[in-house]
């Protein structure tokens, strides 16, 4: 005889709740809730390879479940304020990066990437709205094939960390705080 509409089942030991309850036991038991040590190492070592420290880059990864592939760098950023090069503590935290480095480049300044970084396109403007900027940061992203949950933002102003959410970017870093680690 099987039960009515409404009913709860809570006698089937096959129920929902019951076969929901099992799963979760047998899933808490099959999954360890620490990461073993030589996963933790690897990844310390990524961050570093990144220029993040470790609890930044753990927690990018945690959220987005992904490596960070690319560091999009602003140009307000990286101090080119004037012209398109870099001072010489950027270029060098820079060249030791294990990852594409890109920069967005605020008007006037001309859009180049010096080195070592990739590649370099035009910023959106502070002007235009919020959803507006992290679109034009989203297609630039697009454009070279980058998914951007797996590019971290690097910036110095208010309006770069709304690339971010907008963009739907990995993370954002202050940019005072990446160069200082």
């Not at 129920?15 to 030589?38: C, D, I, K």
């Not at 950023?77 to 480095?101: I, P």
């Not at 010096?114 to 959803?131: D, N």
């Not at 454009?143 to 963009?167: F, M, N, S, Y």
Request: proline letters at 6%.
């Amino acid at each position: 005889m099987t039960p009515g509409i409404g009913h709860n089942s809570n006698h089937d030991p096959n129920g929902y709740a019951g076969r929901l309850h099992q799963w979760r036991r047998a899933r808490r038991a099959l999954v360890s809730r620490a990461l073993p040590v030589e996963v933790i190492r690897s990844r310390m070592r990524r961050a570093d390879a990144l220029g993040l420290d470790f609890r930044t880059y753990a927690s990018v990864r945690a959220s987005t479940g992904r490596d960070v592939v690319a560091l999009l760098f602003s140009s307000s950023a990286l101090g080119m304020l004037r012209r398109a090069e870099l001072d010489a503590r950027a270029a060098r935290k820079l060249a030791g990066v294990s990852a594409d480095c890109a920069v967005l480049v605020h008007a006037p300044v001309p859009v180049a990437a010096p080195a070592p970084l990739g590649w370099a396109e035009r910023a959106p403007s502070f002007l235009v709205p919020p959803g507006a900027a992290a679109r034009a940061v989203a297609a630039a992203l697009r454009a070279r094939k980058l998914p951007a949950d797996a590019v971290l933002i690097v910036g110095a102003t208010a309006a770069e960390r709304a690339w971010c959410a907008g963009a739907r970017a990995a993370g954002y870093v202050d940019a005072e705080g990446y160069f200082a680690s």
